[in-house]
């Protein structure tokens, strides 16, 4: 125990001195380089994002300028979040080690194109001081415009289309989390915010309290430097590399996660029902739920009756369980009962953070005949042929039928003949079975188990990574018409590991770009077969971000979607 004391007792004693401490310019540029030299090895749609939005890795100069006049650590934290988020990539991130998050007790979320209240916590600001109203307009924070703050708020991290980042910033206005926005330790004691009254149309200010927890960082140092050869000069002059940075050293290799959504974007947890199990709207009127009551259910599941049916209503809030058996077996069960016991289904989609093979195998029991899945094209490093092979490896001796082994040395194949090119990439490739061919889930006797009854899809902009790819899977199959929004456009796989040696940097990298197996046409990016940044959009659209869908508690959209799965149901007869 006195051990224990006197070593905090010297560390406190060093916390001012290290404080005060920064990183050297060299040391930020070594740092931006181990980060470059990550994205350019392992980035997989870098072609794509350069085409498609001019936003080019490999020139970096304007970047490392930047950090050659940056003043604190804090401002590189900045600028390298930054770099990263000008890629529009849901998956792709630069966060730093803080702990420190300021918060008030309200959120708000964009409507209409307006940032409007949708929470306020009660107990904390009562009627009687604070008068404003679910519904009501932030119009400015701190004396700016709130589309100066959705703007600022935006630069450090993103969504993967422009109106998810929007609503994403709309998270942090009153949430700042360090680790995503470096200056988050620059507010103040109070925020003041200047609300648009509904009911009177009347601008009212209010003083609200900053609620702070965590500790903040200031600085990544201090942080020795090896000294095996002269020190790098910063004043210009120094030797660069093709990157236009100092002589530096290689990039790390790691290994790769599945297609999971943006762990850095910690504002979204405050978005209300994202990756929830229970939907954020009320349901219609007569709904009788079965999954979703008990803590153990994984998915959320009803039926309601409308126009003489009786209509089913699935959610997945992800597609990430804890247990992929438990939750097959849950959701086996309920399809066989709404089988028997409704004319349709409406399948929510929206705000769906993703999850991986899980979503292929749940589309079985929902697509009572043979489909396609989609599959992804790999950056082909040498971490992911190594991790091939050895699959390869383990396969060879269990004694596999010749034509599934000769499928898997294809695949492998493919990676070597990648990895060979510079920056090579696979040909389309499955991602949870050796082939995109799937078949509906069926008994011993060859009967399909999967739901037969006429279907509709829920999407939004906020169904990310695996629910971009199921809804893709749900339209190319014919199964039924998507309604209302269009997807994320988080369509890839991705991987975390740690970059930059002094400032101790978690970045995220999308290492796949996904395709579908047809091209569509949109009116913004043309026709193509991606769904990075692209989504699947709807053939039905709807949209529930609305003032009305926000104070009736999503009525209007209800009673859309009711009346679209009745039209198919319709259709079906």
């Known amino acids: 125990m006195k051990r224990f004391l006197c070593l905090a007792a010297v560390l406190l004693t060093l916390l001012p001195l290290s404080a005060q401490a920064q990183m050297t310019t060299e040391q930020r540029l070594l740092d931006f380089q181990h980060l470059a030299g990550v994205f350019a090895q392992q980035y997989g749609p870098y072609e794509f994002k350069r085409d498609l939005f001019g936003v080019d890795l490999f020139k970096i100069q304007p970047w490392v300028d930047r950090i050659r006049a940056a003043k604190t650590d804090i401002e590189y934290y900045d600028i390298q979040a930054e770099y990263i988020a000008s890629l529009k990539d849901t998956h792709s991130s630069a966060t730093n080690r803080s702990t420190f998050i300021a918060s008030v007790p309200i959120d708000a979320d964009v409507y209409e194109g ?71 330790p620059e507010v103040g004691d109070k925020l003041r915010v200047e609300i648009r009254r509904a009911a009177t149309g009347n601008l009212e200010t209010y003083e609200l309290a900053w609620e702070k927890s965590g500790y903040p960082l200031t600085s990544a140092g201090p942080v020795p430097s090896p000294n095996a050869r002269a020190q790098v000069r910063t004043t210009g002059e120094a030797r660069l590399n093709h990157y236009g940075l100092p002589m530096g050293t290689a990039p790390m290799l790691e290994s790769f996660q599945t297609k999971a959504w943006n762990p850095a974007a910690f504002g979204a947890q405050r978005m209300r029902g994202l990756g929830r199990r229970n939907p954020y709207f009320t349901l219609p009127q007569g709904f009788q739920v079965r999954l979703g009551s008990r ?16 209509i089913g209503y699935l959610r997945f809030p992800n597609f990430a369980p804890a247990n992929d058996f438990t939750a097959l077996n849950e959701l086996f069960a309920e399809v066989t009962f709404l089988n028997a016991n409704t004319d349709g289904l409406v399948l929510d989609l929206t705000r769906n953070t993703g999850g991986g093979c899980y979503a292929e195998d749940a589309m079985d029991l929902l697509i009572p005949y043979p489909y396609f899945a989609l599959g992804d094209q790999l950056r082909a490093t040498r971490s992911v042929l190594t991790q091939a092979e050895a699959q390869l490896l383990e396969l060879e001796g269990l004694g596999l039928p010749e034509e599934l082994m000769e499928q898997f040395r294809l695949i492998v194949q493919g990676v070597r003949d990648a990895y060979k090119q510079n920056r090579g990439l696979t040909d389309v490739l499955p991602g949870c079975t050796l082939t995109l061919e799937r078949d509906t889930a069926r008994d011993r006797f ?8 006429p279907l509709i899809v829920l999407t939004d902009e906020l169904s990310i990574s695996y629910a971009d790819y199921t809804a893709a899977i749900l339209q190319e199959a014919g199964r039924g018409p998507l309604f209302g929004y269009r997807t994320n456009g988080a369509g890839g796989a991705v991987f975390g590991m740690n970059t930059g040696f002094y400032s101790e940097t978690y970045t995220t990298v999308t290492w796949t770009i996904g395709a ?36 009736s508690g999503g009525k209007l959209f209800t009673d859309a979607f009711t009346q679209a799965i009745l039209d198919e149901i319709a259709k079906g007869q």
Do not use: C
């Open 114 to 184: 307006k940032v409007l209240l949708d929470f306020i916590d009660r107990t904390a600001l009562p009627s009687a001081d604070f008068p404003f109203a679910i519904g009501d307009e932030v119009v400015s924070l701190d004396g700016r415009p709130v589309e100066y703050w959705l703007a600022e708020l935006s630069r450090t991290v993103v969504f993967a289309n422009e109106r998810a980042t929007r609503r994403l910033a709309a998270q942090y206005l009153f949430y700042r989390v360090q680790s995503v926005y470096p200056r988050a």
């Open 516 to 551: 579908r197996n047809r091209y569509i046409g949109t009116d913004d990016y043309g026709t193509t077969n991606r769904l990075e940044n692209i989504g699947v959009r709807p053939d039905i659209p709807f949209d529930y971000m609305t003032r009305d869908n926000l104070l």
């Open 295 to 310: 803590a153990s259910d994984f998915h959320f599941s009803g039926i309601y009756p409308s126009g003489g049916k009786r």
């Open 446 to 453: 060859g009967n399909t188990l999967a739901y037969s009854k």
